[in-house]
Nanobody, 126 residues
Framework: QVQLVESGGGLVQAGGSLRLSCAAS????????MGWFRQAPGKEREFVAA????????TYADSVKGRFTISRDNAKTTVYLQMNSLKPEDTAVYYCAADADRDRLDYTDYTIYNYWGQGTQVTVSS
């Protein structure tokens, strides 16, 4: 069992930065691949970024590539999402998620994740 708690959301102007954190409970955190997803009002949940259990492999949605960076600190059982050059279209509730399968080739599908946080709101004003 893993419990996830996101923090770091807020209101920021376009071009600004935010860093989201996702703190995980449980001693098996390092066994999980981690992902960030977002959902804007009236839209489906979409993939943002994912990181392998070791941290050696990362994947990004095209819409955030070059602006967002996912990282993890297994000693602190925390995964981060550094968001730079934010745009109004980045406005959404951001969720972190944990997947127990360490051997997947694709972590972009939200239906594969076992555990989810409650989400944190990110609002980017123009």
């Amino acid at each position: 069992q893993v419990q996830l708690v996101e923090s770091g959301g807020g209101l920021v102007q376009a071009g600004g930065s935010l860093r989201l954190s996702c703190a995980a409970s449980g001693r098996t955190f390092s066994s999980y691949a981690m992902g960030w997803f977002r959902q804007a009002p009236g839209k489906e949940r979409e993939f943002v970024a994912a990181i392998s259990w070791s941290g050696r492999s990362t994947t990004y949605a095209d819409s955030v590539k070059g602006r967002f960076t996912i990282s993890r600190d297994n000693a602190k059982t925390t995964v981060y999402l550094q968001m730079n050059s934010l745009k109004p279209e980045d406005t959404a509730v951001y969720y972190c998620a944990a997947d127990a399968d360490r051997d997947r080739l694709d972590y972009t599908d939200y239906t594969i994740y076992n555990y989810w946080g409650q989400g944190t709101q990110v609002t980017v004003s123009s």
